[in-house]
C-alpha cells in the first residue's frame, strides 16, 4: 500500500498537483506524522503522539513554507542525543515525499 495519496485537481485553468502524506516516524516520541503538500508548499502538518505544544507550534511554524525549505531547516536536529527528532522525522517524511 502506497502512503502517499496524489490527486489532480482542476484549478481555474491551472494544475494544481496535492500530495495527503502519511508517515511512520521512527527513535521519536511521535508515532505518525500527516500533512499535506500542494504545488511544492506545505499545510497542515499534525504529530500523532509526542510533545503536543511543541509539535503544534511546528506544525504553525512551517505552515505555507516550501517543502524543501521545510525539509532543508529541520533535517538534522538532535532530541536528547537519540539522532533524531520529531522536526528531523518531518524533513525526512518531506524528502521521502519528494522523492528525493
Known amino acids: 500500500m502506497n502512503p502517499y495519496e496524489c490527486k489532480e485537481l482542476e484549478s481555474f485553468s491551472e494544475k494544481e498537483i496535492t500530495m495527503n502524506v502519511s508517515y511512520t516516524t521512527h527513535g521519536t516520541c511521535s508515532r505518525e506524522i500527516h ?3 500542494e504545488d511544492g508548499i506545505i ?4 504529530f500523532v503522539g509526542g510533545c503536543n505544544g511543541n509539535l503544534q507550534g511546528i506544525g504553525k511554524l512551517v505552515e ?3 517543502a524543501s525549505e ?3 531547516r529541520l533535517a538534522g536536529v ?3 542525543g537519540k ?3 520529531c522536526p528531523d522525522q518531518l524533513a525526512k517524511a518531506i524528502k521521502e515525499a519528494l522523492g528525493e
Do not use: A, K, Y
Not at 43 to 46: E, I, L, Q, R, W
Open 35 to 37: 500533512f499535506d503538500i
Open 43 to 46: 499545510h497542515n502538518v499534525s
Open 64 to 66: 505555507g513554507m516550501p
Open 70 to 72: 521545510v525539509e532543508e
Open 78 to 80: 538532535n532530541c536528547n
Open 83 to 85: 539522532g533524531t527528532s
